[in-house]
């Protein structure tokens, strides 16, 4: 199953996959590769030294006109959030976003998803749904959570086991260098403190080149935390207690095929 290289092989979040060969990084989003038709690959080059991670999308028969496929993920937070329990050291002073010296045990989270995507003159449409797993080797002490939007309920999964993630996606293309992303997700955790999150961005998107683009936009999140319901806009800058528009720069290009003799 190969797709055709266009602006939507650019949006990582639909249920296409990038052509053979051909890879897509950018300074916040993974760096994804093309394995070969029944496989896309992509993983955060610079995290995974002290964040291990990764996900597989495989493409799967059509649905009523719909192109499916199904993505699986997996991360392991143990040695990031060990070396945060250390502290940052600001201006001499040691900030940490969890208690210090605070041992976390090891744990994976993992992720299975499906995607449904369809194209029409209006818009590129996706649907996704599917399960967050945690697992936990030890014994989790609940002062590890950092209480804080987005990262929050991307921790919730090693303290409540489980997770639903549901969502939608809209991209639009104007003209050849222009266009728009915007989705909504929502993660639910039973039974946990702070059940649940609503994510919603909006991004302005300049296509230079199949190789090049700029992304501009905002993210809203609005949640419930043990602190009780909060919404914010980011990326927020606390210093000077304001939202500041993300910037993001994106590059793509074919990788170089190794002739056998």
Request: charged letters at 15%.
């Amino acid at each position: 199953m190969c797709q055709l290289y266009g602006a939507k092989n650019w949006w990582s979040h639909s249920a296409h996959l990038l052509p053979v060969n051909k890879w897509e990084v950018g300074i916040f989003q993974p760096l994804r590769y093309g394995y070969s038709e029944t496989m896309e690959i992509s993983c955060h080059p610079i995290l995974f030294f002290i964040m291990p991670n990764a996900s597989f999308k495989i493409p799967h028969k059509d649905i009523g006109g719909w192109t499916t496929a199904s993505k699986h993920s997996f991360v392991y937070p143990t040695s990031l959030l060990n070396l945060l329990s250390r502290g940052i050291n600001i201006g001499g002073n040691i900030a940490s976003l969890i208690p210090p010296n605070l041992h976390v045990p090891p744990m994976i989270g993992f992720s299975n998803e499906w995607l449904m995507s369809k194209s029409s003159t209006i818009a590129d449409i996706t649907l996704h749904g599917g399960v967050d797993l945690g697992i936990v080797v030890g014994e989790l002490d609940s002062r590890s959570s950092i209480d804080l939007p987005l990262i929050y309920h991307r921790m919730a999964v090693y303290y409540n086991t489980w997770g639903i993630d549901m969502g939608l996606d809209i991209y639009k293309q104007f003209t050849n260098k222009i266009g728009i992303h915007s989705d909504i997700d929502f993660h639910f955790f039973p039974g946990f403190e702070g059940a649940y999150d609503i994510e919603h961005k909006f991004l302005f998107i300049w296509n230079n080149s199949e190789r090049f683009k700029i992304i501009t936009g905002y993210k809203f999140i609005y949640g419930q935390f043990p602190h009780g319901s909060e919404s914010r806009f980011l990326p927020y800058i606390p210093l000077v207690e304001s939202w500041f528009p993300l910037i993001e720069i994106q590059f793509s290009n074919t990788a170089k095929k190794t002739i056998k003799s």
